[in-house]
């Protein structure tokens, strides 16, 4: 079987330092991959280069068998979506967020309404959508985020830290919330986190990350279990806060 996504030699660059570098990386249909590491691993830039808002120094990006490294076409881009930490809702009100992608789009207005509508609900803020964004809590304007995201029906979704600003209880409901809604869509989601806990629960498999480089990837129960050298020190970290 293809692979959705095919990372080959892909190299990041600010300047002269290196940010990221992955020699081989596979991203199946259906997958939900979570990547973890410390501080300045390279876990946004690595997302930002799989959706194509950050150019490569060199490298290839290969959607199924078509290479996307620097396509920017209308067609690849709505292939997919992202939610970052910071929602980034547009100054008008729920509603609005959350069916502008589709009146860029031009669908017609019913369609819109029933895409709008349907999303609201998954997420419990359909009784949100005349409020302004900027009233919002931060569970709140994260779950319009994400209905925003998922209602242009991407084929991978990319979130990049996006429970990590939310108390715990927020983030909890949430995560059951989406977790639901991806396994619902079987939507391939690449998931950025540096909370154990969220991966753990999220995850398919886990791909970790330290100073730019790619130290092991895998099943996420097996990696948990039985990290690699180069990993250990890391993973072990962690288990030792959850003891």
Do not use: C
Request: no cysteine; charged share 25%; proline share 5%.
């Amino acid at each position: 079987m293809i692979p959705l996504i095919t990372v080959k030699n892909l190299e990041v660059r600010a300047g002269k330092k290196v940010l990221l570098s992955i020699p081989h990386f596979r991203i199946h249909e259906g997958e939900v991959l979570g990547i973890m590491g410390p501080n300045g691993a390279g876990k946004s830039t690595f997302i930002k280069a799989l959706s194509l808002l950050e150019r490569p120094e060199q490298g290839s990006i290969l959607l199924k068998d078509r290479d996307i490294t620097n396509d920017m076409t209308v067609e690849i881009r709505r292939k997919f979506a992202v939610a970052m930490q910071q929602p980034l809702l547009l100054d008008m009100n729920v509603y609005q967020n959350v069916a502008i992608g589709l009146k860029l789009r031009k669908l017609p207005r019913q369609e819109i309404k029933n895409k709008v509508d349907h999303w609201l609900e998954k997420f419990h803020v359909s009784h949100l959508a005349k409020k302004h964004a900027f009233t919002l809590s931060g569970g709140e304007a994260q779950r319009v985020n994400l209905a925003r995201a998922m209602v242009l029906d991407p084929e991978v979704l990319f979130l990049d830290e996006p429970f990590s600003a939310l108390d715990f209880p927020t983030k909890v409901q949430l995560l059951k919330d989406i977790k639901s809604i991806i396994q619902q869509t079987n939507t391939t989601t690449v998931f950025v986190s540096h909370d154990l806990m969220e991966l753990k629960y999220m995850a398919d498999s886990l791909a970790i990350l330290i100073d730019g480089d790619l130290k092991q990837s895998g099943p996420t129960a097996e990696v948990l279990s039985s990290p690699n050298p180069s990993a250990a020190a890391f993973i072990n970290q962690w288990k030792d806060l959850l003891k």
